[in-house]
């Protein structure tokens, strides 16, 4: 037996070196944070500005006013900010919270699409890359 191992000085016996998923996990926490942002950007625009939008706010699958719009991916972009954190973190719950809340983006972005296609579109993207990133091997970048 080798006097070198892969396990680093003082860890326990049952270490493993983490999986190449970390880099996953860490890339979904950058993105839910990033989602976060482009939601509350979204939300600020969709209060001052709008006229900025492809169609009036009458004619959106669901028919709320962009100020009402514009609060609510405010407020989902700061909890979709927090989890990406929490994620970056390593916390269970945060896990679960990003989980949820990227399918609630997808959701949203969906019933916003008359609105802003192509950002949706692509929002709807990084929710299922999130999604699949924290369902799939989430536990992974607890070993960090």
Same mark, same amino acid.
């Given at each position: 037996?080798?006097?070198?191992?892969?396990?680093?000085?003082?860890?326990? !016996?049952?270490?493993?070196?983490?999986? =190449?998923?970390?880099?996953?996990?860490?890339?979904?926490?950058?993105?839910?944070?990033?989602?976060?942002?482009?939601?509350?950007?979204?939300?600020?625009?969709?209060?001052?500005?709008?006229?900025?939008? %492809?169609?009036?706010?009458?004619?959106?699958?669901?028919?709320?006013?962009?100020? *009402?719009? *514009?609060? %609510?991916?405010?407020?989902?972009?700061?909890?979709?900010?927090?989890? *990406?954190?929490?994620?970056?973190?390593?916390?269970?719950?945060?896990? %679960?919270?990003?989980?949820?809340?990227?399918?609630?983006? =997808?959701?949203?972005?969906?019933?916003?699409?008359? %609105?802003? !296609?192509?950002?949706?579109?692509?929002?709807? =993207?990084?929710?299922?890359?999130?999604?699949?990133?924290?369902?799939?091997?989430?536990?992974?970048?607890?070993?960090?």
């Amino acid at each position: 037996m080798s006097q070198y191992t892969d396990r680093p000085t003082g860890s326990s !016996p049952d270490y493993r070196d983490p999986s =190449a998923w970390v880099g996953w996990i860490t890339f979904a926490g950058m993105i839910l944070i990033m989602v976060g942002i482009f939601h509350i950007i979204q939300g600020f625009v969709a209060l001052f500005k709008d006229n900025y939008y %492809a169609v009036p706010d009458a004619q959106l699958v669901v028919h709320v006013s962009y100020t *009402g719009w *514009g609060w %609510a991916h405010i407020i989902g972009g700061i909890i979709v900010l927090l989890a *990406g954190f929490g994620v970056l973190s390593g916390r269970m719950w945060a896990r %679960a919270v990003g989980t949820l809340v990227a399918l609630l983006s =997808a959701i949203v972005n969906v019933a916003f699409i008359d %609105a802003y !296609p192509i950002w949706s579109i692509m929002m709807i =993207a990084l929710d299922v890359v999130i999604i699949m990133a924290l369902t799939v091997h989430g536990s992974d970048i607890k070993q960090v």
